[in-house]
């Protein structure tokens, strides 16, 4: 099989497509056959070993000191079943199925856990875009409904709202009943309001710190905010959700649930198959959609990184990485 590999960290250059042998599912494990994948910004942290902050040393030690561990990246995935490993049950070959795993996905071929993050395609999703989901909509939901606690009725703050967390932040709080403002450049005015959001903010044109107003939820997933930048923000309650975090914001996170009055939350995101049902559900009932940015042949990954890399982009960022990519469009116009 083909699979983008990497042996040493640094710039998209260092990744390469290369010939691997497929895997085999051991018991309890399911064989995809990936149709679709995309890159993420955790992808490119990975890749260059660009670990925000404090993670640096840990990130080196869980994924490789001085060169990596694992030599295929990629945690997003569409396509279908291809084989059963021993014992599972609930899934089919030939069955479409997305989901989310740490690495290994930037390959036509994936081994995940049948008890991991991976379901069948919901009917009103197409299979590429369930693809743009599982990243973006998995971490929007755990920072919104686990760490900030977002309840119906309560004001959010979405900073990088039209990014690749922001995009499914922006719908995930309006699906947990929140009025929403979204903060991005503003040409992405429409996008963010088209997702849910009531208000907008051009960071461009307004800092942080001149920003009047309340919310309940301050959700940063870009790293363009510290907690003095948004306190005045925030109620009593409040709570400040930095997706990138160092130092400071864990001494902070620590010293504001001592001292009372608006706490700062860090945490990491998740992978659960609940959580991923959840998001499928939204998608069912029309409250939530994968927003895509571009689609790369897989070919092209290197230039997929590099739109990634410029913090630009407009929800996800998709490779069309196997023969199923072809096949599953061509079967639902036979169909
Ligand atoms: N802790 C965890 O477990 C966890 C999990 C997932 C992600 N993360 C981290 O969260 C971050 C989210 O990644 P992502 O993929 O969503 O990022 P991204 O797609 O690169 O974000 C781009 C977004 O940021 C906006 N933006 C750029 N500069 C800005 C500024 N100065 N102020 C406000 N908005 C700005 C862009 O708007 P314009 O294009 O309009 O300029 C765009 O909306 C990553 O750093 C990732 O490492 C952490």
Same mark, same amino acid.
């Given at each position: 099989m083909q699979a983008a590999v990497y042996s040493e960290y640094g710039t998209?250059?260092?990744?390469?497509?290369?010939?691997?042998?497929? /895997?085999? /599912? *051991? /018991?309890?494990?399911?064989?995809?056959?990936? +149709?679709?994948?995309s890159v993420t910004t955790a992808d490119w942290r990975l890749r260059a070993a660009a670990f925000p902050g404090v993670l640096a040393i840990p990130g080196r030690?869980?994924?490789?000191?001085?060169?990596?561990?694992?030599?295929?990246?990629?945690? !997003?995935?569409?396509g279908e079943v291809?084989?059963?490993?021993?014992?599972?049950t609930g899934f089919a070959p030939g069955q479409p199925v997305f989901g989310f795993v740490m690495q290994g996905a930037h390959a036509e071929y994936l081994v995940v856990r049948a008890e991991g993050a991976v379901l069948a395609v919901p009917e009103a999703l197409a299979l590429a875009d369930a693809a743009a989901l599982p990243f973006g909509g998995l971490s929007a939901l755990v920072f919104l409904r686990d760490f900030a606690q977002v309840q119906p009725g309560q004001r959010v703050l979405v900073i990088g709202a039209s990014g690749g967390v922001?995009?499914? +932040?922006? %719908?995930?709080a309006?699906?947990? *009943?929140? !009025?929403?403002?979204?903060? +991005?450049?503003?040409?992405?005015?429409?996008?963010?309001?088209?997702l849910g959001a009531s208000g907008f903010i051009d960071y461009r044109t307004t800092k942080l710190r001149d920003l009047e107003g309340r919310f309940d939820a301050v959700i940063d997933t870009v790293g363009a905010a510290r907690f003095k930048d948004v306190r005045h923000l925030l109620g009593k309650t409040g709570v400040f959700v930095p997706l990138n975090f160092g130092l400071r914001e864990i001494g902070q +996170?620590?010293?504001?649930? $001592?001292l009372g009055g608006p706490r700062v939350r860090i945490g990491v995101s998740g992978d659960t198959r609940a959580d991923l049902a959840v998001l499928a559900d939204w998608v069912t009932q029309g409250r939530l959609r994968p927003v895509v940015d571009r689609r790369f042949a897989f070919r092209a990954i290197r230039a997929a990184y590099a739109?990634? !890399?410029?913090?630009?982009?407009?929800?996800?960022?998709?490779?069309?990485?196997?023969? $199923?990519?072809?096949? %599953?469009?061509?079967r639902a116009v036979l169909a």
């Open positions: 998209a250059d260092v990744v390469r497509i290369e010939d691997r042998a497929r /895997p085999v /599912p *051991g /018991p309890g494990e399911i064989l995809v056959k990936v +149709a679709h994948g030690l869980m994924f490789g000191l001085r060169r990596p561990r694992r030599e295929v990246l990629g945690s !997003e995935f569409a291809a084989a059963l490993g021993p014992g599972v922001g995009v499914y +932040a922006v %719908q995930i309006r699906a947990l *009943g929140a !009025e929403v403002t979204g903060m +991005a450049s503003g040409g992405n005015e429409a996008l963010v309001r088209g +996170a620590l010293w504001t649930r $001592a739109h990634v !890399e410029g913090r630009h982009r407009r929800g996800s960022v998709l490779l069309d990485i196997g023969s $199923a990519a072809l096949v %599953q469009p061509l």
